[in-house]
C-alpha cells in the first residue's frame, strides 16, 4: 500500500506531500494511500557516517548476524537509517538489503600495524603488506577501506604513526586503485598531516588537525567526521594508561580539551563536516542524535547545518539519494522545528524505512 506524508519539507522549508511506492518517493498524487504523518517537519532518514555494526560494546567483536541485526536496530530506531560501517571485523553484506535494516556501505576490517591496535578487530600487517591489504579489504567491503593512521607506540611512550610516510600513502593510493574510498582514524597531529596530504577522503576524529591542514581539507574537500561524543573518552583513556605512560596520558587530555575548536574552525573553514558517533567500542549504538548536539553546542555549528550534516548532505555523499522525486522512502518525522530547538532530534515522531513504517 502506498503511505502518504504531509509536513514541513526540509531543507526546502515549505509544507509539502510525499508519496511513497515501494521504495521510493513521488510528488504525484497516490489515490487510496494511507497517510501516516499529517503535520510537522521531515527529513531524510538519519545518517551516522562513522559507526560498527561488527563491534559491541567493550570492543568487542560480534559473531553472528543476529548481533549485527541487533546493533543496527538500535540505530535504525533512534532514525538513523544509513550507516557508514567504518571497519568491522566480522563481515555481514548480506544484510546490506534486509528490509527493517538501515542501508550501509561497509570498509571491510581495519587494516592496522601489528599490536598496535584493539585486539582482534584489525587486520594487523606490517609496511611490506599494506598495500595489498588495502586492495583485499577494498574487495571485502562495499565502497571504503579503514586505515588506522596512528595509536600508542609503547616504545616511544606516545601516539605515533602506524607506519613510514611512504607506505600510509601509497594506501590512500591503493584505495583509490581500487575504486573505493580511504577513512583514516587519526588522533596524533603527525599521522593526520601525513593522511591529509596523502589525499585521504575522509578523516576520522582528527584530534590534531592544525589550521593549515585544515585549509587544505577545505581546498581538497576532505571530509571530517569528528565524532566528538568518542573524544569526550580521552580522559577515561588517559586515566588508565598514565602509570605507565604520563605523555600519552597528557597528550590525549590535551587533544581532547583543544578539539572543539578544531572543528569550529574545520566548520568555519568550509570542509564538509558530518555526524558520526563511532558507535562499537566504547560508545553504544543508538547515539546520533547526542553527537548532533555535540556539533551545535560545542563546535558552534548552526542547527541547519547540524542537519544537514546528519541527512541530506550526508546521503547524497554516501550516494543514498534524499526526499527528491524518485529519492529512497526513508524519512524521519519531528513534531517540532529542529531549527529552533535540535533537541527534538531525540525523539523523533515518526520513522519510515524502505517504504515502511518503523515507528
Known sequence: MALHVRGVLLPDDEVRDLWLVGDRITFEPVPGAETIANGGFVLPGLVDAHCHIGIARGATPITSLDQARALARIDRDAGVLAIRDAGSPFPYPELEDEPDLPRMVR?????????????????????????????????????????????????????????????????????????????????????????????????????????????????????????????????????????KFPGYADHMIALRDRFPEVVRSAYEAGVPIFVGTDAGGGIDHGLAAEEMLLLHEQAGMSTEDVLAAATWRARQWLGFPGLVDGGLADLVVYSDDPRRNLRVVREPARIVLRGRVIR
Open 107 to 243: 570498509a571491510g576490517r581495519h587494516i592496522a600495524p601489528p599490536k598496535r591496535y584493539l585486539r582482534d578487530i584489525g587486520v594487523e600487517v606490517e609496511a611490506a603488506q599494506v598495500a595489498a591489504t588495502v586492495a583485499e579489504q577494498a574487495a571485502a567491503g562495499s565502497g571504503w577501506v579503514k586505515l588506522v593512521g596512528d595509536w600508542i607506540d609503547r616504545g616511544v611512550g606516545d601516539l605515533a604513526p602506524a607506519w613510514d610516510a611512504d607506505t600510509m600513502a601509497a594506501a590512500v593510493a591503493a584505495a583509490h586503485a581500487a575504486g573505493v574510498r580511504a577513512a583514516v582514524h587519526t588522533f596524533s597531529e603527525s599521522a593526520v598531516e601525513i593522511m591529509v596530504r596523502a589525499g585521504v577522503d575522509s578523516v576520522e576524529h582528527g584530534t590534531g588537525l592544525s589550521l593549515d591542514l585544515i585549509d587544505l581539507m577545505a581546498r581538497q574537500g576532505t571530509a571530517l567526521i569528528p565524532t566528538m561524543i568518542n573524544i569526550q573518552t580521552f580522559g577515561h583513556i588517559a586515566d588508565q594508561a598514565r602509570p
